[in-house]
T-cell receptor
Framework: EAQVTQNPRYLITVTGKKLTVTCSQNMNHEYMSWYRQDPGLGLRQIYYSMNVEVTDKGDVPEGYKVSRKEKRNFPLILESPSPNQTSLYFC????????????FGQGTRLTVV | GENVEQHPSTLSVQEGDSAVIKCTYSDSASNYFPWYKQELGKRPQLIIDIRSNVGEKKDQRIAVTLNKTAKHFSLHITETQPEDSAVYFCAATTWVTSGTYKYIFGTGTRLKVLA
């Protein structure tokens, strides 16, 4: 089954404790991206990647890191989480054609206390 | 930077009535305009899309129209049903540099269909 898989689904952590949210896709998509969803603000892009070892900042990259060492994986790293990073996060993938559907993961609800 | 504006933020309609959600985009080079539906607690999923070489597309009760000159596109849902209640996002894709692009989403519309 074609899918984007994120883990974990829910995470509660403390300020400053490094965490990683994993994202994996099995559709051989070139393009992968991370979004955060906050009430009234929609889906805001954090980082995106068109290829292995190529990553670009989205609209809200501060406080986040990503890596793309393999085509299928695109982890999101919070080196020192802060409460303002409490949000719902989605990973998505699509192929290299920009006129194409984005497939989303199940989402990760992160709470930083 | 490039952006997509979406209105209204909330919309309540009686079951059986029509619903219209509107979006405007800023990048005249955008050429792909998808609409996503997000049910409560679920991930966004594509319901319909339109490319810039087409003015209108319809899929059963759902239709999308595109006005390239005015840089706006709209989602039309006819004969609304309770299961249409969800958050709807419009989006546009725009080239950033040669070979890569960004997906830019609107801020979402919460549609409530009242039985």
């Amino acid at each position: 089954e074609a899918q984007v898989t994120q883990n974990p689904r829910y995470l509660i952590t403390v300020t400053g404790k490094k965490l990683t949210v994993t994202c994996s896709q099995n559709m051989n998509h070139e393009y992968m991206s991370w979004y955060r969803q906050d009430p009234g603000l929609g889906l805001r892009q954090i980082y995106y990647s068109m290829n292995v070892e190529v990553t670009d900042k989205g609209d809200v990259p501060e406080g986040y890191k990503v890596s793309r060492k393999e085509k299928r994986n695109f982890p999101l790293i919070l080196e020192s989480p802060s409460p303002n990073q409490t949000s719902l996060y989605f990973c998505a993938s699509s192929n290299r054609d920009r006129s194409t559907e984005a497939f989303f993961g199940q989402g990760t609800r992160l709470t930083v206390v | 930077g490039e952006n997509v504006e979406q209105h209204p933020s909330t919309l309540s309609v009686q079951e059986g009535d029509s619903a219209v959600i509107k979006c405007t985009y800023s990048d005249s080079a955008s050429n792909y305009f998808p609409w996503y539906k997000q049910e409560l607690g679920k991930r966004p999923q594509l319901i319909i899309d339109i490319r810039s070489n087409v003015g209108e597309k319809k899929d059963q009760r759902i239709a999308v129209t595109l006005n390239k000159t005015a840089k706006h596109f709209s989602l039309h849902i006819t004969e609304t049903q309770p299961e249409d209640s969800a958050v709807y996002f419009c989006a546009a894709t725009t080239w950033v540099t040669s070979g890569t692009y960004k997906y830019i989403f609107g801020t979402g519309t919460r549609l409530k269909v009242l039985a």
